[in-house]
C-alpha cells in the first residue's frame, strides 16, 4: 500500500517557473512539495512509493522539448538540442546549427567564442525572423565577423527552435481549462516561451492561489518583452512595424543609431546597433520597440513601461 502525504500545493517541475512558484508560495506560509514527475490523478501526484495529495492546488511547469525537423537520420545521429547544447562538457571542432531563431543565434556565438568552428542554416531569409529585419542583420554581421558561416538554406531545412507540443490550455489566471485546481506555468502552456514570462506567470499563479482574486496574465504572447543575449544583444518589446500593420495599426517606424539614445550614454559614443521605435499615429502611443546594441537590455524595463498594454 502506498503511503500518502498532504500538501497545499505540488509543484511539478523544478525549473525557473517551478521554483519562483513554490517559493512565493512558501513566503506566504503554504506548505509545498515541488518534484520532478508527473500527475497520478485529480490533485494526486505520484513521487516512488508515495502519493502527493495537494488539497488547494497542483501547478505544472514542466517545461517544453525541441522541435525535431524531418530530416532523414537527423534523429539517430543524436543531435543537441537546447538542454545538450547548454550542459556539454567537450568543444566540439565543428557546430553545426539548425535554425536561426533565438537559441540558435545565442549558441552559435557562445560555441563560436569557445573556438568551434560553427555554421548556421537558417531556412528564412534572414536571422530572427520574427524581430525587426535590422536585428537578425545585425546579429548576422557580428557571426560572420567573428568567424561564423551563415547559409540560407533556402527551405532546405525548417526552422529548429523550441514549441509547446500539446501545451495545455490555461485562461488569464494560469488555471487550466475546466480543472480548478490544476495550474500550468511556463513554456508547457505554450503562451510566451520565455524564461521571465514563466516565472511572471508563477507569480501571477502562485498569488491566485493565495487568494488574490485580481491576479492574471496582462502582458504575454509574441508581444512580451523579449532580450537575445548575442553580441550585439538585441532587446524588444511589442510590435514589430511588420506586425503592427498586419494587426490593422496605422504604425510607422522612428529609426536612430542605439548610440544616439540616452541610453547609450553608459556604453560611449558611437557605438554600434540601430534602435526602432513604432508609433500608432492614430493613438500617438508607443506600440514597439527594438534595441540592438552593447547591453541594450537595460533600456527595454522604460520601453516596457511606455507601451500601454
Not at 485529480?42 to 505544472?60: S, Y
Request: glycine share 10%; aromatic share 4%.
Amino acid at each position: 500500500m502506498m503511503a500518502t502525504r498532504s500538501f497545499d500545493v505540488v509543484v511539478i517541475g523544478a525549473g525557473p517557473a517551478g521554483e519562483i512558484a513554490a517559493g512565493r508560495l512558501t513566503m506566504a506560509g503554504r506548505e509545498v512539495a515541488i518534484v520532478e514527475r508527473e500527475l497520478g490523478g485529480e490533485r494526486r501526484v505520484r513521487v516512488g512509493d508515495e502519493v502527493l495529495e495537494a488539497r488547494e492546488a497542483v501547478i505544472v511547469a514542466i517545461g517544453t522539448t525541441a522541435a525535431m525537423p524531418p530530416i532523414a537520420g537527423l534523429a539517430d545521429s543524436q543531435p543537441w538540442t537546447n538542454r545538450e547544447v547548454t550542459t556539454a562538457s567537450e568543444i566540439p571542432e565543428h557546430l553545426v546549427v539548425l535554425g536561426g531563431g533565438v537559441v540558435g543565434v545565442e549558441m552559435a556565438q557562445a560555441w563560436r567564442s569557445l573556438s568551434s568552428r560553427v555554421t548556421v542554416i537558417e531556412a528564412s531569409d534572414r536571422l530572427l525572423a520574427r524581430e525587426e529585419p535590422f536585428a537578425g542583420e545585425e546579429v548576422a554581421a557580428s557571426l560572420i565577423e567573428r568567424g561564423a558561416l551563415e547559409i540560407d538554406a533556402d527551405q532546405a531545412f525548417p526552422t529548429v527552435g523550441l514549441e509547446p507540443g500539446r501545451s495545455i490550455e490555461v485562461d488569464d489566471t494560469l488555471r487550466v481549462v475546466g480543472l480548478g485546481w490544476l495550474y500550468a506555468v511556463g513554456d508547457v502552456n505554450g503562451r510566451a516561451l520565455l524564461t521571465h514570462m514563466g516565472k511572471y506567470q508563477a507569480r501571477v499563479a502562485a498569488d491566485r492561489i493565495l487568494g488574490d482574486s485580481e491576479a492574471r496574465i496582462r502582458v504575454d504572447g509574441p508581444l512580451s518583452p523579449r532580450v537575445f543575449f548575442t553580441d550585439p544583444q538585441v532587446a524588444a518589446t511589442g510590435h514589430t512595424l511588420a506586425s503592427a500593420l498586419a494587426a490593422g495599426i496605422c504604425a510607422r517606424a522612428v529609426d536612430l543609431a542605439t548610440s544616439a539614445t540616452a541610453g547609450a550614454s553608459f556604453v560611449g559614443r558611437d557605438a554600434a546597433g540601430t534602435t526602432r521605435f513604432v508609433v500608432d499615429t492614430e493613438r500617438e502611443v508607443l506600440v514597439g520597440v527594438t534595441f540592438v546594441g552593447p547591453e541594450v537590455a537595460d533600456f527595454l524595463h522604460a520601453a516596457t513601461i511606455a507601451r500601454p498594454t
